[in-house]
Every structure is written in structure tokens, then in C-alpha cells.
């Protein structure tokens, strides 16, 4: 397959013009300067107008269109997977709450079953557990009930019959009991992320030198930065080998906090994500997420005195908005794109465009609008 006459971001994130895309068995395997107009076939799309970017990445998202991770349902992965792939996401984490035991081993098995289909729109690349390593007081919307602290027999208990790389990403908190022993056992396995903190800076600190190499949602469910007790942002925003997760709404962080995260973290560090929950792509109304009914309006969660539960945003709105702050937009595409596809070691076959890597790629027109998706060199989107 063929896609012509596009202007595409390179590897580098600097825009070629009128470039042909050649495509064999779900890779890019040729990049050249268009000299020809082409056979003109059903095996080739002539993208003049149109500018080719990496598909976005999403680490965090619970769920959509009424379907949640956390249902343990193939079919309600699937409604996710294509409501994804219409927002230019072309690979996610599915992310589950702290739920029950046996339900969760539920859903790591639907999990399982739907990475083996192929793709109906944005693939799946591993779980990812928020929860149950979580602080009760820092659990926000999540069901104390089922907080525990850190225990690798526990993720062997869940993953039993499974394979080992089902789970990407695991959140825990840095205070809890046992997180030393969990994070040197875990590390070199699976992307450690610290995550509902009340953590203090040496804390923090100490558990970033033990291997936590990531950060969720900074700035919500952790203690606010402070010039006397800057805690886990702090500890996350100081190193620079731990990259960073920032909705990027405008409402679950302010959109100066948002510049200054963004200058502090470059544009190697800062990961886009939605937390996106079941009332994504839906109307106004009352949605369950993890047991919990929480109220949606205009877009806005809340489960109980203006408290923010997830959201209802997807990268490709989190992408314009911080177009529309005037961050530089090599910054922005990266931290919905190569950033992500870092954090999970993933960097080498997605993340960007170039010849060896998959042709997950999303065509935009000259308003940033989502014109036609690809994922693995397969159109799953089209407008």
C-alpha cells in the first residue's frame, strides 16, 4: 500500500513535504520524495491537503462510549478500541480501578482475548493496573475496600495462565508498606508509576532511586506542590529520568500549572493521557466508574462536592488545547506520541514516522482536523 502526496512529521518531529509513504504488511517500509502520480489504485490513498502525524498513544484510559475496562468485557473493549481510533488513538492501555480480586482476573482474561483479535481500530497494548497498590487517602473515586499493599504474589496470582507482558503499567504508592521490596522485584518487568500520594519529597526520592520511573496524572490525587514541602510533584518534576502524565483539559490541571509542567518537563518527558471513563463520547448524565456513581455535565466529572472523577477528554482535544496555550507543537505531538511510546520501551516499533516502525498514523487537514487513521497500515478511521 501506497499513501501519496502527504506532508508528514518525521522522526525528528519536522515537517516534509510531499512525501509517499510505502507500506508492507502493516510497516513503513519506504519514505520517499513523491515523483509520480502512482498507479491510482484501491491499494493507494492520495493524501494532497492532508499532513500525516504518528498515531497518539494513550496510557490512561478506563473507558468509553458506556463500555469501562473494569466490566471485564471483550465486547466493550472493542466499543473503546473504535471510539479510540476516531480520536486518532491507535494504541492504549486499557486501565482498571480497584476492584475485587476475582473480578479483576476477569478482566485481564478479556484483556487477553481481545489483544489476540485484530485490531477493529486502536490496538491494545497492555493493562494497566490503577490499583489495588493505592493509598486509601489518596484514592479519590476508587473503592478503599479493595486497597492493599504492593505484593508481586498477588500480580503472579492474577497473571496465572496469562502471559507476563499483559501488564504494561502498574500504579502503586511510594508510602505504603512493602513498595521498597515490590519496586525492586517489579522494576525491571513493568513500568512502575507513582500514583494517589501523599508521599514527601525524600519519599518520593527514595522510591524513584529504587526504580519508579513514572508519574500518574501529576498534580491529582497527590499532595499540591509547596516552596517548603515540594513531596511527590516535586520529587517527579526534579528527576530527570522519571517522565511525567498530564491531563490536559483545562480542569483537572490549571492551564498555567499546565505551561509550567510542561516547560519543567521538556519535550522529552511530558505524557499526554485522558484517564477517560465510560462517559466519554456520551451524553450528560450518571455513570458508574468502579463502583461509584459520578455525574457528568458539559463534560465536567464529579462524584461529590466538585470532585473530579477521570474525564471525558481524548488526546486529539488535549493535543489542540495545548496548541491553543501556544506550546510549540513539536512539544505538544510528542507528548501524545514518541513520549508515550518511550515510557513502555515501545519506542522502536511506534511512536513516530519512520521506515521499520508501524504505519500507525492519523491524517490531519490544514484545521487539525482527523481526517483518515491507520493502524498497522489499516484503515480503521475515515471523515
Known amino acids: ?37 502512482g498507479s491510482g489504485g484501491s491499494d493507494e490513498y492520495d493524501l494532497s491537503g492532508f499532513t500525516l502525524i504518528p498515531g497518539f498513544i494513550d496510557l490512561h484510559i478506563h473507558g468509553a462510549l458506556g463500555a469501562d475496562t473494569s466490566d471485564g468485557d471483550v465486547e466493550g473493549l472493542r466499543r473503546i478500541s473504535l471510539y479510540l481510533a476516531g480520536k486518532g488513538v491507535t ?28 485490531a477493529v481500530g486502536a490496538r491494545m497494548l497492555g493493562v ?9 487517602e489518596k484514592c479519590g473515586v476508587q473503592n478503599t475496600d479493595y486497597a492493599m499493599e504492593p505484593s508481586s504474589e498477588y500480580v503472579k496470582e ?34 512502575l508509576s507513582a ?22 496524572h501529576l498534580f491529582n490525587a497527590m499532595e499540591p506542590l509547596s516552596h517548603h514541602a515540594p513531596g511527590s510533584v516535586g520529587a517527579l518534576l526534579e528527576d530527570p529520568s522519571v517522565t511525567c502524565e498530564l491531563i490536559c483539559d ?10 509550567i509542567a510542561l516547560a519543567v518537563l521538556g519535550e522529552d518527558r511530558a505524557v499526554v493521557v485522558s484517564d477517560a471513563m465510560r462517559a466519554a463520547g456520551m451524553p450528560d448524565g450518571e455513570y458508574d466508574l468502579g463502583g461509584t456513581m459520578v455525574h457528568v455535565k458539559e463534560g465536567r466529572t464529579d462524584f461529590g462536592n466538585g470532585r473530579l472523577a477521570g474525564s471525558t477528554t481524548d ?42 516502525k508501524y504505519a500507525d498514523l492519523v491524517a490531519l487537514d490544514e484545521e487539525y482536523r482527523i481526517r483518515k487513521v491507520f493502524v498497522k497500515g489499516n484503515l480503521v478511521y475515515e471523515k
Do not use: W
Open 128 to 136: 494497566r493496573l490503577e490499583g489495588p497498590f493505592l493509598s486509601k
Open 315 to 356: 488526546i486529539h482535544a488535549e493535543f489542540l488545547k495545548l496548541l491553543d496555550l501556544k506550546i510549540p507543537f513539536t512539544t505538544a505531538l510528542r507528548a501524545c506520541t514518541i513520549n508515550p511510546a518511550k515510557v513502555l520501551h515501545i519506542d522502536q516499533m511506534t511512536g513516530s514516522i519512520e521506515a521499520g
Open 158 to 191: 492474577i497473571l496465572e495462565g496469562l502471559p507476563d507482558d499483559l501488564i504494561s503499567i502498574i500504579d502503586i504508592t511510594p508510602e505504603l508498606p512493602g513498595t521498597s521490596a515490590f519496586v525492586s522485584e517489579m522494576k525491571d518487568r513493568y513500568v
Open 195 to 216: 500514583a494517589h500520594t501523599a508521599a514527601s519529597y525524600d519519599v518520593c526520592k527514595a522510591s524513584i532511586a529504587e526504580g519508579i520511573r513514572h508519574g500518574t
Open 91 to 118: 494504541s492504549f492501555c486499557p486501565t482498571t480501578m480497584m476492584i475485587p480480586k476475582e473480578k479483576l482476573i476477569r478482566v485481564l482474561r478479556a484483556a487477553d482475548a481481545f489483544r489476540k483479535e485484530d
Open 250 to 259: 483545562g480542569m483537572h490541571v490549571h492551564t498555567a500549572v499546565l505551561k
Open 1 to 37: 500500500m501506497r499513501l501519496t502526496h502527504a506532508d508528514i512529521v518525521d522522526s525528528s518531529f519536522l515537517l516534509q513535504r510531499n512525501r509517499t509513504l510505502t507500506i508492507e504488511n502493516g510497516m513503513i517500509s519506504a519514505i520517499s520524495e513523491n515523483s509520480d502520480s
